[in-house]
C-alpha cells in the first residue's frame, strides 16, 4: 500500500470514527469486580446479580485429559512460584488492582507469573471449550468441502486454504490464557481428527450440520481428506498494555516441547506422553505492547492484517471504565479495518459487573439561584447493549466506506450468563474457581 494510500486510510478511519463517538460521556465500573483478581467467582449462585438472565446455565464440557494437560502448562512453566510466597503476592497484585495501578500490578515478573498460574490458567480451560464452539462452528466453512473424487486428485487444493494460517489478534491477550487456550482447541482437533483418520467422509455430515448447527463444533471431516489430515496454523498476535513477553514466550515453549516424563506413569504410556501438545510448526505467538486505547492507527492496521478472529476476553469492560468515548473509537475502528468475515469475540464477566455509567449532562438550572442547580444525571447500561449499540447502531451510519449506511456487523451469539465448571479429578497446586462468563460473537459483513 502506498504512502498516500495508506494516510488518506487513516484520514477516513478518523473521520468515521469521529463523527461515531458519543460527544460526552462518563464510564464507571463496578468497584468489586473491575478486574477479575478483585472478587471471588463463588458456585453457589448467591451473588449480588440476581437480575441476571441466565440463558445456559452450564456449558459443555472438554475431555478431562486435555484440560489436566492445560492446567500442566501453566505448572511446568513457572514451577518456582508455587513455592514462593505466593498468596502474598496475590493478595499485593488484587491491592495494585483494586486501586487501578496497572502498571505497579503488572510491573514485576513475580507479579507476572503469579497472576498467570492463579488466574489465566483457569480462564484458558474455559476458553479452550469457547474456542472449539467459535472455530469449530463459524471458521470451518463446510460449503467449499472437496468431494471425494476431488480428494483423490493430488493437484487440487485443500479443500479450505484459509485454514492452513489462522490468523487471531488477541486484544487484551497478554497474560496468556487465550494463547492455551487456542493450543487446547487445536489439540482436541488433533484428537478428533487421529480418531478419525482413514475413515471414509460422511455423507450426511453436512445434512446433519444444517439440522443441528449446535453440534457441529467438532468437525474434524472439514479439515480432512479420505484420511489425509491437515491442521491449521494458529498465527496469533496478542496486544496488551504490561510487558507479557517473557511469560507468553515460556508458555509457547512449554506448549511446543515434550513434557518432563513422569515417573508416576507405566513404562507403555510413556513414549505417547512424552510429545508435546502442538508441534511448533502449528502454532506461533508474537506479543505486541500497547495501549489499545492510544494505539496508532498505523500501528492497530498492521496488527490487524490477515485477522480471521479478534478477540476481547475480560478486556472490554476494563475499557470502558477507562474511557468510554476511546472504548467506542477503538471499536469504530475495527469495524473500518476488518475484513468481511471477520469474527469478533467479547468475553467477559456477566451481569452487574458488567455495568457502565454513562453520564447524561446537566439538567437544566432553574433561573433563580445557582445553589439550586444539580448534579449530572448518569444512567447505568449493560456492557453488552453498549457493545450492540456500537457495532449494530452506530457502525451503519453512512460514511465514505459505508455510503448507504449498511449493517456492518451481524451478531451470531449471545450468552447473558454461562457457568464454565471445572471437572472433578483436575489436579492444580492451588485452588482454582468455576468461571461465569457472558459471551457475544460478531461477524463483520
Request: glycine share 6%; charged share 25%; proline share 6%.
Amino acid at each position: 500500500m502506498g504512502a498516500n494510500t495508506k494516510a488518506k486510510k487513516e484520514k477516513n478511519v478518523r473521520d468515521y470514527t469521529k463523527a461515531k463517538a458519543p460527544t460526552k460521556a462518563k464510564s464507571r465500573g463496578s468497584k468489586d469486580d473491575r478486574h477479575p483478581a478483585k472478587a471471588k467467582r463463588r458456585d453457589d449462585d448467591d451473588d449480588d446479580d440476581a437480575s441476571a438472565k441466565v440463558t445456559s446455565s452450564s456449558s459443555p464440557q472438554m475431555p478431562l485429559e486435555l484440560l489436566q494437560l492445560l492446567a500442566n502448562v501453566f505448572k511446568d512453566s513457572f514451577p518456582s512460584v508455587f513455592s514462593t510466597n505466593l498468596q502474598g503476592l496475590l493478595q499485593e497484585i488484587k491491592g495494585h488492582l483494586y486501586n487501578r495501578d496497572f502498571e505497579l500490578a503488572f510491573g514485576k515478573d513475580d507479579y507476572l507469573q503469579a497472576y498467570s498460574i492463579r488466574w489465566s490458567s483457569s480462564r484458558a480451560l474455559a476458553y479452550s471449550l469457547i474456542f472449539r464452539e467459535v472455530i469449530g462452528k463459524y471458521l470451518t466453512d463446510r460449503s467449499s468441502l472437496a468431494s471425494p473424487s476431488q480428494c483423490d486428485d493430488e493437484t487440487k487444493s485443500p479443500p479450505d486454504a484459509n485454514l492452513e494460517r489462522l490468523g487471531m489478534v488477541c486484544l487484551g491477550g497478554g497474560a496468556g490464557a487465550e494463547i492455551v487456550g487456542l493450543a487446547g482447541y487445536q489439540s482436541h482437533m488433533h484428537s478428533l481428527l487421529k480418531a478419525t483418520e482413514g475413515t471414509e467422509p460422511d455423507a450426511n455430515a453436512d445434512a446433519d450440520a444444517d439440522a443441528s448447527p449446535s453440534t457441529s463444533c467438532d468437525t474434524p471431516s472439514a479439515i480432512q481428506c479420505s484420511g489425509s489430515v491437515q491442521s491449521p496454523q494458529l498465527n496469533i498476535k496478542a496486544i496488551d498494555i504490561a510487558n507479557w513477553t517473557d511469560i507468553l514466550s515460556t508458555l509457547h515453549r512449554t506448549i511446543t516441547t515434550p513434557p518432563p516424563p513422569s515417573k508416576y506413569a507405566p513404562a507403555s504410556a510413556r513414549p505417547a506422553a512424552n510429545t508435546p501438545l502442538l508441534p511448533p510448526e502449528e502454532i506461533s505467538v508474537s506479543f505486541h505492547q500497547h495501549d489499545l486505547l492510544d494505539l496508532e492507527l498505523a500501528t492497530l492496521t498492521s496488527l490487524l492484517e490477515g485477522a480471521r478472529l479478534v478477540t476481547l476476553m475480560y478486556t472490554l469492560n476494563e475499557l470502558y471504565s477507562a474511557s468510554m468515548t476511546k472504548t467506542t473509537n477503538l471499536l469504530l475502528s475495527l469495524t473500518y479495518l476488518l475484513e468481511p468475515g471477520t469474527l469478533l469475540l467479547v468475553v467477559d464477566s456477566p451481569g452487574s459487573y458488567s455495568t457502565v455509567a454513562v453520564g447524561t449532562g446537566l439538567r437544566e438550572k432553574p433561573a433563580a439561584t445557582e445553589s439550586t442547580s444539580q448534579a449530572p444525571e448518569e444512567k447505568k447500561y449493560p456492557m453488552h447493549w453498549l457493545l450492540d449499540h456500537t457495532l449494530l447502531s452506530a457502525s451503519s451510519v453512512g460514511s465514505s466506506k459505508n455510503a448507504q449506511g449498511q449493517s456492518q456487523w451481524e451478531k451470531l451469539e449471545s450468552i447473558e450468563s454461562r457457568w464454565f465448571r471445572l471437572p472433578e479429578g483436575l489436579r492444580y497446586p492451588i485452588e482454582l474457581e468455576n468461571m461465569r462468563y457472558q459471551l457475544h460473537l460478531y461477524r463483520r459483513v
